[in-house]
């Protein structure tokens, strides 16, 4: 299998434009997870998806963000318009049964989209 | 609510040292609890976790945690390090039978050096 696939892997924007990250996840898999690393917060749950349906977006940090996935091998994490602050590299990360994390199952990542918004 | 504490966000050791990285968490009910590794410029990846039975895990690298209900810790050991060890290490939390995800800690950064 080819892993958590995620596009791009580097995005260099300006501030106001949109910015579309793509995320494939594992084959098979039910979970579907949406992160963001800094230097400043760490690792950030975003939103997940058990099932291509939205669970938990209370992570989302404000209204420019949405996160869609029309299908079981597609994800998209949006961010219109974007500002400075919002550079960080994004994950997704994918699990095996729609559980979230009650049933203590592995989350696998994909190699992350590094953003730069100037 | 659940939490997750790293102590040390940056461990330096000596090649073939022991090192221990702390990890201590919060939660009401009973966890899971898992290490991932970040190595430079790729996403985390499993290293262990434990989920039941025997409170000490190993992963297939040498690395080993032990679970401590009463101290509420999960520190990751290993005997002798190696150069390719040098990463940032995540401890992560998840409680049973929740719909609450992982939790992740801050990170421990393990630089080892020749």
């Known amino acids: 299998d080819a892993g958590v696939i995620q596009s791009p892997r580097h995005e260099v924007t300006e501030m106001g434009q949109e910015v579309t990250l793509r995320c494939k996840p594992i084959s098979g898999h039910n979970s579907l997870f949406w992160y963001r690393q800094t230097m400043m917060r760490g690792l950030e749950l975003l939103i997940y998806f058990n099932n291509n349906v939205p669970i938990d977006d209370s992570g989302m940090p404000e209204d420019r963000f949405s996160a869609k996935m029309p299908n079981a091998s597609f994800s998209t994490l949006k961010i219109q318009p974007s500002e400075p602050r919002d550079s960080a590299v994004y994950f997704c990360a994918s699990s095996p049964r729609a559980s979230g994390g009650a049933l203590g199952e592995t989350q696998y990542f994909g190699p992350g989209t590094r953003l730069l918004v100037l | 609510a659940q939490s997750v504490t790293q102590l040390d966000s940056q461990v330096p050791v000596f090649e073939e040292a022991p090192v221990e990285l702390r990890c201590n968490y919060s939660s009401s009910v009973s966890v899971y609890l898992f290490w991932y590794v970040q190595y430079p410029n790729q996403g985390l990846q499993l290293l262990l976790k434990?989920?039941?039975?025997?409170?000490l895990v190993e992963s297939i690298n040498g690395f080993e945690a032990e679970f401590n209900k009463s101290q509420t810790s999960f520190h990751l050991r290993k005997p002798s390090v190696l150069i390719s060890d040098t990463a940032e290490y995540f401890c992560?939390?998840?409680?049973?039978?929740?719909?609450?995800?992982?939790?992740f800690g801050k990170g421990t950064k393990l630089s080892v050096k020749p």
């Open positions: 434990y989920l039941s039975g025997s409170t």
């Open positions: 992560a939390v998840s409680e049973r039978g929740s719909q609450g995800n992982l939790i």
